[in-house]
């Protein structure tokens, strides 16, 4: 029987490629791992190679197509083999890795050895994570292993909402227990980004992210809040922005990492920096599993953490290990701002004042109280999209804030 | 609860099945006048009288093959070996009669028999001394195998293999007889075929036995200082073995560590491997280590002695390899 070639994840990222020229042509003698084409993925030009020895027997798309993952791009096999009846139909989704050896073909004169599966195809995976893989509906093959050799472990699947698996839906902050973060080694991309993005800008290369964020219902609320609970339900502004800004990066945890040289560590807990002016500098008391705690809780620690700060008595586990970091100047009425990253966190969110700004609603110009914020991103770690992602939700929050009670 | 020795814990599960049971006997080198070669049978033939401790010769041989004719006939005897190494001269009797004799009967002829003693090493008793003969037992069928790792343990797993009707091979520790443990005073029995967890954790599962059961708890001490929460399952039984319990566990951790005295090749751990590689295989998330004696004859060197035995922290290494740290 003849094996399939299928355009295979030459990039992480990698949806689908474009064939840019075939290597072999029709009727030519391939042996495992020659080059069979040129592949330009979404990062660069890329070669499939056979992954079976035999002969081309056929180029079922032409050089120039664009072929999703998977799906067929030609046949090896023996010299007049039959290919069976599905040759040009799009291959269904099996994993590049699943395509067969040729079992020996029983006509075959010559006693060359039958050609073996590689390895090198093959995603390592231990059963439990390729089983939660099958569960989750993650491709195995767009995971970074973290275990020995690249295997493919339980805390990588996890995690895999970092590699492109289906965002968790709703707003609830995760309860599972498990590993207060995962390392992932530095894949390809990510390391090449960070290369030239270095000698660009060095040592952070960061860059900013500004959005608008009406306020006016966060208003409402706050004074809903203190109508109902009187000064015992007061919550201020910061409040709940950390609130907010805790369930987001739970949502977004490519945003909620640090930078470690060689690989990022993904944290799975979320614990906020609070940026405090104290009289000779300023200091990051750290509100901790910030996404796990109410408005109230939140509103309690950080003004009991505020105080410390400014008496100095703040204990070294009370400001560090924060995953994230927040700078508020809007009570001095800065409208906008761009913070500096506390290393090795990934990010941190300036917020601006809240004022009353004309706004146009509905067709008609009115005033609406409106609060800028602007995310630093070490891009090493965070790219545009994946910041502008968090961004998004943080301001879908805080516009619709009952989801933040 | 009282606070006994190993040893005791064991003198008592003897005493209390020879008052239970007139057919018990204990037969042995130096049972008798003695009180024991390691003081187990203290008291016992003052107590009993000389019909029912009995001094052998030294002939293992000899006096394992009386005790299995005693069981055919209906006694219950407790054949007591210096050591397990002495053992090797009596294994035609107890693999080929013993083992064997209720299955080539037809169930006519019963063997409710105990062998008995310390096995593994002590310190320093060099090659032809310091060897851990579990695995070699429960290789062949009909044979139950025990080695208990606590004294209250040892008392209801003694009392239980005296009370069953097949032949049952109890494997004691020469270095646990001092160890220390509360023993519950009543008829306290511990049914053969059913492991312990003797500590319960989430993050990985080290399976363990007798001498190794001592060195798993400090290692799961050692990891839970680094944030690991380690579940330390004690087999107690090696044959039968309580895959249930074992499953369960590696079901919850996904990890596991097999640990024991003996060598690697063909070792009771391989046999748990086995078991978990077979009916747990989509639970694992990383090969299952196992950490066993060096495979060479035991040195008689005090260091390397110890570099040849499992401890704590190669229990320690391998449990953070299968966690991939």
Known sequence: ?405 | MATLTYRDALNQALREEMLRDDRVFLMGEEVAQYDGAYKVSRGLLKEFGPRRVVDTPIAELGFTGIGVGAAMVGLRPIIEMMTWNFALLAIDQIVNSAAKMRYMSGGQIGMPIVFRGPGGAALQLAAQHSQAFESWYAHIPGLKVVAPATPADAKGLLKASIRDDNPVVFIEGEMLYNLKGEVPEDDHVVPIGVADIKRAGKDVTIICHSKTVGPALKAAEALAAEGIDAEVIDLRSIRPLDTETILNSVGKTNRCVVAEEGWAFAGVGAQVVDTIQREAFDSLDAPILRVTGADVPMPYNKHLERAAKVDASKIQDAAKKVLYL
Not at chain 1, 54 to 77: D, E, F, M, R, Y
Not at chain 1, 172 to 196: F, N
């Open chain 1, 1 to 405: 029987m003849a094996t399939k070639i299928v355009m295979e994840a030459l990039s992480p990222t990698m949806e689908e490629g474009r064939l840019v020229e075939w290597k072999k042509t029709e009727g030519d003698a391939v042996k495992v791992g020659d080059v069979l084409a040129e592949v330009e993925t979404d990062k660069a030009v890329m070669e499939l190679v056979a992954r079976a020895a035999g002969t081309l027997l056929k180029q079922a798309v032409a050089a120039g197509t664009t072929v999703p993952v998977s799906n067929l791009v030609g046949w090896i096999g023996q010299p007049g083999e039959a290919i069976d009846g599905e040759a040009a139909a799009p291959a269904a989704p099996v994993a590049p890795t699943a395509a067969k050896a040729p079992a020996p073909a029983p006509a075959a004169p010559v006693s060359t050895a039958a050609p073996v599966p590689i390895a090198e195809g093959r995603v390592k995976a231990s059963p439990l994570a390729r089983k939660m893989a099958a569960d989750k509906g993650v491709d195995l093959a767009r995971v970074a292993g973290t275990g020995p050799e690249g295997r493919v472990v339980k805390r990588d699947v996890e995690s895999a909402p970092v590699g492109g698996a289906a965002a968790r839906p709703g707003f609830v902050a995760k309860q599972e227990t498990g590993p207060a973060y995962t390392d992932t080694p530095l894949t390809q991309i990510r390391k090449t980004i960070a290369k030239r993005l270095v000698q660009s800008i060095g040592p952070i290369p960061t860059f900013y992210l500004t959005t608008e964020i009406d306020m006016e219902r966060a208003a409402d609320l706050r004074e809903q809040m203190k109508a109902v609970n009187g000064d015992q339900g007061k919550i201020s502004f910061n409040d709940l922005v950390v609130r907010a800004v805790g369930l987001s990066l739970a949502q977004h945890t490519a945003c909620n990492a640090w930078w470690q040289d060689d690989s990022i560590r993904y944290w799975n807990e979320v614990h906020i920096g609070m940026a405090v002016a104290v009289p000779d500098g300023l200091i990051t008391p750290v509100i901790r599993n910030a996404d796990q705690k109410s408005l109230f809780e939140i509103g309690a620690e950080s003004k009991v953490l505020a105080g410390k700060a400014r008496e100095r008595k703040l204990k070294p586990e009370e400001y560090t290990g924060s995953t994230f970091s927040i700078s508020n100047l809007g009570m001095f009425d800065i409208e906008h701002f761009t913070a500096v990253i506390n290393p090795p966190e990934a990010g941190i969110l300036a917020i601006g004042s809240i004022a009353p700004v004309p706004a146009v609603v509905d067709g008609e110009v009115v005033p609406r109280k409106r609060m800028r914020v602007t995310m630093s991103c070490d891009h090493r770690v965070i790219d545009g999209a994946t910041g502008a992602e968090f961004l998004k939700t943080l301001k879908l929050l805080l516009e619709n804030p009952a989801a933040l009670l």
